[in-house]
């Protein structure tokens, strides 16, 4: 049994949330801290966990696990810090957060907490959602896996190390909305050619299922995937060359890198504040 304490019940805290209820983790065993009483309350019935207070939820927690926004991750954390530092039972501090570094969290805590930053994604809400993680300084491979395991029965799980979090982060924290973005796009296309929108936006979603289970499936890599759809001098080539030309490829390069700086900057602001701080 792993007791875990979730800090901001907003998109990602109530993915995780129900992944682990779906997954099959009792209520009992979770607990949520979210600062708008409404959504607390609401959470709680849905998911039939306990809402609580940063002190009570903290205590005895052996994950908890900080979903609120980044720039609200060093109060927040602080306050864990506070809440813990007294206790005899060691809890694993994991943040969700983008862009804010396992130092970040460390300095704010007491000397020698083990720590655990993990990049998750919205789909944790389906159990197929896909997270990085990487440890801070203090924590061991024990505490590293203990983390794993909980985000492995909400989706899959790999390790990194710290400086790819940002990557991480540009490709599938962000990832799901890049994919949407597509699924709206194509849906949108459906209709201009004269589809009704519920009949093009079935058919654009299990269009994106079934290309995700084939990628996932792992037998082809995606250009040979891609080379199977499209035959001589067919409709799959016309289009293609059309979404070259149109600078796809270019356009999610460019996209990632944006979004990887964009992480790398918040990484900065935190820095400064610390420093302003000191
Ligand atoms: N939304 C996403 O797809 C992803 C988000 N993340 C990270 O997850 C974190 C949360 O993001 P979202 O869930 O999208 O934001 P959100 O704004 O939906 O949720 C944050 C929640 O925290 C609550 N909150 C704020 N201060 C609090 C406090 N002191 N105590 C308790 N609750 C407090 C807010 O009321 C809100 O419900 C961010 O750090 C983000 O970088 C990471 C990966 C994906
Ligand atoms: O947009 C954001 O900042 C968060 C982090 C990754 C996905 N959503």
Redesign the pocket.
Known sequence: MTRIAVVGGGR?GEALIAGLREAGTPGSDIVVIEAVQARADELAKKYSILPTTLDIGCEGADVIAIAVK?QDVPAVTERVGDAISDSVHESIVVSLA?GVSTESLETRLSAGSPVVRV?P?TAMLVGQGVSAICKGRFARDEHLEQVRSIMESVGAVVVVTEAQMDAV?AVS??GP?YFFLLAEALIDAGVEQGLPRDVATTLATGTALGAGAMLAGGGEGPGQLRYNVSSPGGTTAAAIRRLESGGLRAAVADAVEAAAS?SRE?ARAVIEDDDEID
């Open positions: 990602i980044p983008a990049m994604n982060t924290g962000s909305a964009r918040m």
